[in-house]
């Protein structure tokens, strides 16, 4: 029987093929949607975001306009259920929202080390520590802008030499590129010396996150710059706000792409099987049972469905993987990552797409009169 | 007790507003091993009558038993599995399954049944040889002649080895030199196999080659069918 419905799929070789590239377009397109989605949450929560804080200055959003100043960080490291402080000079080549963001972190090289959840996978440590203008990229960005170890990178103002690339158990980690400190402070144009973006605290495993936001806030009250401390994850939500109600918005576009897969699977099973209903008969006449018969139509527009999704599900993530996208504003980015839930939630969504777009011409199909379909010329 | 008894059997339906009765209160019974031709003249109930027998109709009212299974009263789908291993359907126009090769059209009865593959095969390739079509195996219907399209109908409704085999005027749509063949093929499978056969014909040549000839005229029987107890 599945040599049945191959053939029969064979026979309208054309109205298959189109069927399945629509399928595999509208499946690239939701996994495409899916992969932001899961970066903005990557981003958002976990570990990372929830058990660390960001230090910024008070009603400033953008890393530019924030001027914190460096030793806040002894202030803060006094304060109860604070691991460890890093001061972070940011600088990014666009405010505004970019695909193609360029985060330079200026900090500590030791505390990047000790602190950023990153491992070198190419140069060295020591070589990164050592020369004031070297910096480590993320392997995302070095795929993007074809970066590898020893080149120099220029972009605006600054120049570096990179010293190694970094992969990350955190996505957006890749999108950055780390030089020392002093380096970004002393850099033509932003003249900070002395000061930092932002401060990123470690907390205590006992911490609670909401009180010592509250307690460092307090503590800098009296400094020269008033400060907002919040969750890594709720400081990255609130960077990207714009974008997170975009991307919010955004997943009805993933809907619309189910929706066009169960409409297009669905019109080309309702038109073979109109086609071909007296040969539905003929199979019941010869024994075929109606469940049967239905079995054989889901067969057709489940197989329909699956070698489009699967197809446009593994082009996405052959995308996702090569093209290193990631989309950023103000400093933050989302990074767009092939996973292996947004693999699973492809398949399985081309299956259930398949399986409802072919029962009502399965039902049709086994329940067709059989001596009328049989007089059919 | 009879192959196949219809007792009381009657049919009818609608058209324009008019209730035509093709059949009414039909009797038969047909032995194992006969060789039956209905004749009559166009909407008389033939084929309607042939469908009844076959499971895929169903009477107003009436018994129809078939080797002692009711079909009257059974469900749809268990009349497919009843079709599946009692009953041969030739379709007047093949019917054939056009994306399948003669040999996958002659195995699709056999995939119904609990049979192996080697049994499949073995069944499938006497079917072919019974009509004569060994060499067309691999060969689409639309590589076929009408006849042989014909005879690999043939094949199809015998390869599951039925207790009966309806024929919906076989040789209707063919020339008579194929017709002839075809019939021979038929009186052959009905004398060496033993094959109940109910053949639906206009064609009075074509009834002669049965054992038993029955003329179906306004939903009853006339002479000089002699359709009960013979």
Same mark, same amino acid.
């Given at each position: 029987m599945t040599t049945y419905v191959l053939k029969t799929l064979w026979r309208h070789r054309t109205r298959t093929l189109l069927t399945v590239s629509g399928s595999a377009v509208a499946m690239f397109v939701f996994c495409f949607v899916g992969s932001v989605q899961e970066g903005l949450h990557r981003l958002t929560t976990g570990a990372d975001a929830d058990r660390s804080l960001i230090v910024f200055q008070e009603n400033r959003f953008c890393p530019t306009t924030s001027r914190l100043p460096e030793d806040y960080a002894l202030k803060i490291m006094e304060v109860q259920g604070v691991r460890d402080v890093m001061p972070i000079q940011v600088w990014t080549?666009?405010?505004?929202?970019?695909? !193609?963001i360029v985060v330079f972190n200026g900090a500590d090289p030791a505390k990047i080390q000790k602190s950023r959840p990153i491992k070198l996978t !190419?140069?060295?440590w020591q070589s990164f520590a050592s020369q004031q203008n070297a910096a480590i990229v993320g392997r995302n960005i070095a795929n993007r802008r074809g970066l590898k170890t020893g080149d120099q990178f220029s972009i605006g103002d600054i120049s570096v030499k990179v010293a190694g690339v970094f992969a990350s158990?955190?996505?957006?980690?890749?999108n950055l590129i780390y030089t020392s400190l002093a380096f970004l402070q002393y850099t033509r144009g932003l003249d900070a010396a002395g000061l930092v973006t932002q401060h990123e605290v470690l907390l205590t495993q006992d911490a609670d996150p909401d009180r010592v936001a509250g307690e460092i806030d307090a503590t800098l009250r009296a400094g020269s710059v008033a400060t907002k401390t919040r969750r890594k994850g709720a400081f990255q939500t609130s960077t990207l706000s714009d974008l997170v109600d975009l991307i919010g918005f955004a997943h009805w576009l993933g809907f619309a792409c189910v929706g066009l897969v169960l409409s297009l699977v669905a019109t080309t099973t309702v038109m073979s099987v109109q086609d071909r209903m007296k040969e539905y008969a003929v199979l019941q006449t010869i024994g075929v049972r109606p469940l049967t018969t239905m079995r054989l139509v889901l067969t057709e527009s489940t197989l329909l469905c699956l070698v489009g999704g699967i197809s446009g599900t593994l082009v996405a993530l052959a995308s996702l993987s090569f093209g290193g996208f990631a989309i950023g504003a103000e400093g933050a980015t989302i990074a767009f990552r092939p996973t292996i839930g947004l693999a699973l939630s492809g398949i399985f969504v081309s299956l259930i797409v398949g399986i409802a777009a072919g029962l009502a011409p399965a039902i049709q199909a086994a329940t067709v009169p059989i001596v009328n379909a049989l007089r059919q010329t | 007790m009879a192959l196949v008894e219809l007792r009381g059997v009657c049919k009818s339906f609608r058209k324009g507003g008019e209730t035509i009765t093709p059949l009414d209160n039909i009797d038969l019974d047909i032995e194992a091993g006969e060789f039956v031709s209905l004749m009559g003249p166009s909407g008389t109930g033939k084929s309607t009558l042939l469908n009844l027998v076959s499971g895929i109709d169903r009477p107003e009212s009436g018994t129809i038993i078939v080797d002692g299974t009711e079909?009257?009263?059974?469900s749809r789908s268990k009349l497919a599995d009843w079709r599946a291993a009692n009953l041969g359907y030739i379709f007047q126009t093949h019917?054939?399954?056009?994306?399948?090769t003669a040999y996958e059209n002659i195995e699709l009865p056999t995939l119904l049944l609990k049979l192996s593959s080697s049994q499949r095969r073995k069944r499938v390739e006497l079917a072919l040889e019974a009509v004569g079509l060994r060499d067309r195996a691999d060969h689409y219907p639309r590589q076929l002649s009408g006849g042989q399209e014909q005879r690999v109908g043939i094949a199809r409704a015998i390869v599951a080895y039925p207790k009966v085999v309806v024929a919906d005027e076989p040789t209707g749509s063919l020339d008579t030199v194929t017709s002839e063949q075809v019939l021979v093929l038929l009186q052959r499978l009905n004398r060496e196999l033993g094959i109940t056969i109910l053949m639906v014909t206009h064609d009075s040549d074509a009834a002669s080659i049965a054992s038993r000839q029955l003329l179906l005229d306004r939903g009853k029987f006339m002479e000089p069918a002699a359709g009960v107890g013979r």
């Open positions: 080549n666009n405010c505004r929202a970019s695909l !193609d !190419d140069g060295n158990t955190v996505p957006s980690e890749e | 079909v009257t009263k059974l019917n054939l399954i056009p994306v399948l």
